[in-house]
C-alpha cells in the first residue's frame, strides 16, 4: 500500500502539474481508507487509477458517484486502461444500485478527455468558469454524466 501512494503521487504529479502534493497524500489515504480508488497495475508495476466519492444523500448529487481522479501513466495511454477503470466502476455502481456517474474535466482546447468520455457514454450536463477563487488551474471545468 505504501508503494501504491508513492506511485499515486508520481502519477498526479505527472498528469496535474500544478497539483499540491501534500494534498494528493491526504486525499489518497481517505479514498483507501472509504475504498474509493481503484488501481490498475501489471506484473506489480502502477499504471493508473480512478478514484471517486459516493454521493448517498447530499443533494444535487444523491445516490450518484462522483469521479475526481482518472489518471493513467503516459506510456500506457491509448491501451484501454481508463476504459477498463471506468467499466469496472459502472459494474461497482450496478452492484451499489446506484443510478448514475458525473465527473468534470479541464475546458481547454487541448483536453483530449472531452471525447474519451463521450465514447464511453457521458453526456455534457453543465460548465463552470471558476471551480474556486484559489484554483490551481487558470481555466473552467466542463462537467459530464452517465445513467447506468
Request: proline share 3%; with cysteine.
Amino acid at each position: 500500500m505504501r508503494k501504491d501512494k508513492t506511485d499515486y503521487i508520481k502519477l498526479q504529479k505527472a498528469s496535474f502539474p500544478q497539483t499540491n502534493l501534500n494534498r494528493e497524500s491526504k486525499f489518497f489515504d481517505i479514498k483507501i481508507n472509504n475504498s474509493e480508488i481503484f488501481v490498475i497495475e501489471d506484473n506489480k508495476k502502477y499504471l493508473g487509477h480512478i478514484a471517486f466519492s459516493i454521493n448517498k444523500v447530499e443533494p444535487p448529487f444523491g445516490n450518484s458517484v462522483f469521479i475526481q481522479e482518472l489518471a493513467i501513466n503516459k506510456i500506457s495511454r491509448g491501451e484501454g486502461l481508463g476504459t477498463k477503470l471506468i467499466l469496472a466502476l459502472i459494474k461497482y455502481c450496478k452492484k451499489l444500485k446506484v443510478p448514475v456517474i458525473y465527473l468534470g474535466t479541464g475546458d481547454y482546447k487541448e483536453n483530449k478527455t472531452h471525447n474519451f468520455y463521450k465514447r464511453l457514454g457521458f453526456k455534457k450536463i453543465g460548465r463552470l468558469d471558476e471551480i474556486f477563487p484559489d484554483s490551481e488551474y487558470d481555466y473552467g471545468q466542463i462537467f459530464y454524466g452517465k445513467v447506468i
